[in-house]
Every structure is written in structure tokens, then in C-alpha cells.
């Protein structure tokens, strides 16, 4: 199901929703936890998700892919329209267990991504941080970039999932969180 306005997506009984800057891989992410390469739309033009897509992975049970924030392809005017639709989906889904953040490895988090986690602490949305692309950083550099990274958001580096979509690294605790958030 893809929509613009979250007051037509009808009911969940629990739903995940994954929000980050364009390019990040949400997309990927998504048809890797699902252990599907084309549920999701993946593009090779950042910004292109512009709608809510919902995936439903059990019968009202969903994970919920929102527009990328940040680069994206398109008018000024469309890109104005995803900060409301990306906050109305938020503030309005009753059965909202999590928001997961998606950054990139290699880009760390943004001004836009720092905004959103502030958003979210100040609404007390539950939420958690996955660093995605972790195979774009050599393996000897890996533990340095986890460390800069947590450091900039005032985190544990074991507060973070730590994933590569591409290479299926670190999905499967991810996964079975969303499992148990999902009841599914």
C-alpha cells in the first residue's frame, strides 16, 4: 500500500516504521529483514520513495517505509511535502511500536537526522539508531567509525544496530526485535 496521507492508510495492530535521509537504504533494508529482494522498491536515484509504503509481513502487521529526508531528486515544493507527510504518519499512527533512524555508515548522521532524533525524544517516540552500509568501511576501520558515530549521537556503540543489507550482516537481531514488536 503506498499513500501520502496516513489518514487513509486504515488500521495496524502493530506496525515499525523506518525513517532516514534519502540514499540511506531503507528500501534495501527493508527486503533484506523480510528476506525479499523486490517487496520494496529500490532505486538508484536518491529521494525517490516519496510516499508512506506499507508492507504488510503479517495480516495487520506492518513495517512501514517513510520518504528519505535530506537529498532528494525533484521540485522544491515536493520535497517541502515529505517533513509533513513523514510527521503526520508519526503522530497519528496509534499502534506505532518504533521508529528506527537508518543512517549511512559512510556519511554518519546529518543535521536532518540529529532534528528527527530530537524530534522524537522531545514526543517521547521510541525509537533506535541503525548505521547501514557498514560494509562501505574497511574491517580495520570499522570500530573507529562505530566509535565516531556513537559519540556524535551520545550513544553506546551497543546501542546501535550495525548492518549491512547488501551483505546480510547484523539483520538477524534486528529482525527479531521487529519480530517481537510485531507479535508476528
Not at 502487521?61 to 531528486?73: E, F, I, K, T
Request: glycine share 8%; aromatic share 8%.
Amino acid at each position: 500500500m503506498t499513500e501520502t496521507d496516513p489518514q487513509n492508510l486504515g488500521e495496524s495492530d502493530a506496525e515499525v516504521s523506518f525513517v532516514g535521509r534519502s540514499n540511506a537504504g531503507k528500501s534495501t533494508l527493508i527486503n533484506m529483514l523480510c528476506e525479499k529482494t523486490k517487496m520494496a522498491y529500490v532505486s538508484q536515484v536518491p529521494g525517490k520513495t516519496r510516499t508512506i509504503n506499507v508492507y504488510e509481513v503479517r495480516p495487520y502487521r506492518w513495517m512501514v517505509d517513510l520518504p528519505g529526508y535530506g537529498y532528494a531528486v525533484g521540485s522544491k515544493s515536493e520535497k517541502a511535502q515529505l517533513g509533513p507527510i513523514i510527521e503526520g504518519y508519526l503522530t497519528s499512527r496509534e499502534n506505532l511500536r518504533i521508529v528506527f533512524i537508518v543512517l549511512d555508515v559512510v556519511a554518519g548522521p546529518t543535521k536532518l537526522d540529529v532534528f528527527m532524533i530530537n524530534w522524537l525524544i522531545h514526543y517521547e517516540y521510541p525509537f533506535r539508531i541503525i548505521v547501514n552500509k557498514i560494509d562501505k568501511v574497511g574491517p580495520t576501520k570499522l570500530d573507529v567509525r562505530k566509535r565516531e558515530i556513537a559519540g556524535q549521537l551520545v550513544i553506546g556503540v551497543s546501542d546501535i544496530f550495525w548492518i549491512s543489507s547488501k551483505n546480510n550482516i547484523g539483520v538477524e537481531a534486528l529482525r527479531k526485535m521487529i519480530v517481537g514488536l510485531l507479535g508476528v
